[in-house]
């Protein structure tokens, strides 16, 4: 504990995307005043950090065990490379501070919990009674997915999931959003006042595709005006491993008593920062249009159940109603012709807020032991 009596609090990766998603959110709910931080860097230690609580101060070295170790709380946004070069070792030299990371690296390891505490708080608070000092911010996709239907799942009442996911350019960081914007570019100026013929211009695209300029070293393809529907490497049997996290993560999530089948197939979309994911939800029990909403709007305050009808659903279940807010939308429920105990939905989310940096700024307030904070924070 510091001089001050407060806990202290390294950042590590606060300059990326998730990180200034991060802190951000951490200054819009004065989360700051509960803590001394202390900001770390990767690449130049010594310089100056951000200014919080109007102070300025220099950042430490990521990479010194010594000044990590003065630490109670790490707060880790600098991605799985980082993780994997300095946890280990920080662990190994007897440092047993609580380790809140973004990366994927540790996700499945036993001592490990992952944390979405709106749907898995009885875990969480189970695994730190039990001593873990590792806690993990999910999948994005398993977030978002479980953000809508985890008050289903929780109930024991899904017999399996099978999903399409609709992911935005942020899950591939922010280069590809950047990318993604200028391949627009690249397109909108091609054809500015240009007389151009609908039903030749995805031609012309094409050509415009195979150009030497077009810019799509990062994301290696063109995502504008297509779709991706590849994520990350191979695991097994032609599954991705993007599409393998939702089962093996979001049962580790939930901590049921027998696991629930999920898979489905990970597609990259041209928006910027909202992932979604079509759900066919088979439940064990046939359960009304009604029981069904009930159930899941009493799981947690942030979820919007879109009526399914077109006009609401063009107008909220879409990235851009759903971008930058931390309200989950869910909709397109209704029992498919597959049969009663079939379910429709589809579920949009904000990637960078439930997706990442949400549920790491809450796992740290619960171990801060200020879970009140949590609740009636919920803003339109
Ligand atoms: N892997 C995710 C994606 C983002 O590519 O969209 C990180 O959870």
Redesign the pocket.
Known sequence: MAKNGLRKVGFVGWRGMVGRVLLTRMEEEKDFALIEPHFFSTSAPGSKGPVVKNNQTNLKDAFSLAELKEMEMIVATQGGDYTKKIFSALRSSGWDGYWIDAA?TLRLHEDACIVLDPINRKVIDEEVKNGCRNFIGG???VSVMLMGIGGLMNEGLVEWVSFMSY??A???GAKAMEELIQQMNYLANHFQGVNFDSLNADQEMEELFGRNDFPQKTIGQPLVNSLLPW??TEVQKGQSR?ESKSFSEANKILNLASPVPIDGT?V?VPTLRC?SKGLTIKLKEKLSLEEIESLLLSSHPWLKIIPNNRKATLENLTPSAVSRTLNIHLGRLRKTNLGEEYLNAFVVGD?LLW??AEPLRRALLILLGESERLIHERKE
Do not use: P, V
């Open positions: 994927s999948n994005c996709t992911q935005a942020s899950g591939a994520i990350d993007e990970c990259r992932h990637q997706g990442a």
